[in-house]
Nanobody, 118 residues
Framework: QVQIVQSGGGLVQAGGSLRLSCAAS????????TTWYRQAPGKPREMVAR???????VYAEAVKGRFTITGDNFKTTMYLHMNNLKPEDTGVYLC????????????WGQGSQVTVSS
């Protein structure tokens, strides 16, 4: 079963950039879907970005043009690049990796706090 370690996040001023990492215990490019969620205080969890094997990334309207999903050359780590951050991007960001066929093969990251000051 896949395991992941999430890292990154922090405090940044509006307009700044951060990168989150989701490092998996195995190759996740070909059989796992990666989804980044965020949860702001008092709000429900929302999907920020998602990429399926061999598919194009999908982004929430609120982050389109500012956030980008990429992967590393070893195909074990997915990144969420966040540019031109806004105070409303503040929240806990979670990485989720799930096998596209084996529904019991999935993992959540431990969460990363992102705080954007105005």
């Amino acid at each position: 079963q896949v395991q992941i370690v999430q890292s990154g996040g922090g405090l940044v001023q509006a307009g700044g950039s951060l990168r989150l990492s989701c490092a998996a215990s195995e190759n996740i490019f070909y059989a796992y879907e990666t989804t980044w969620y965020r949860q702001a205080p008092g709000k429900p969890r929302e999907m920020v970005a998602r990429v399926a094997p061999r598919g194009d990334p999908v982004y929430a309207e609120a982050v389109k043009g500012r956030f980008t999903i990429t992967g590393d050359n070893f195909k074990t780590t997915m990144y969420l690049h966040m540019n031109n951050l806004k105070p409303e991007d503040t929240g806990v960001y979670l990485c989720y990796v799930g096998h596209i066929y084996r529904k019991d093969d999935h993992a959540w990251g431990q969460g990363s706090q992102v705080t954007v000051s105005s």
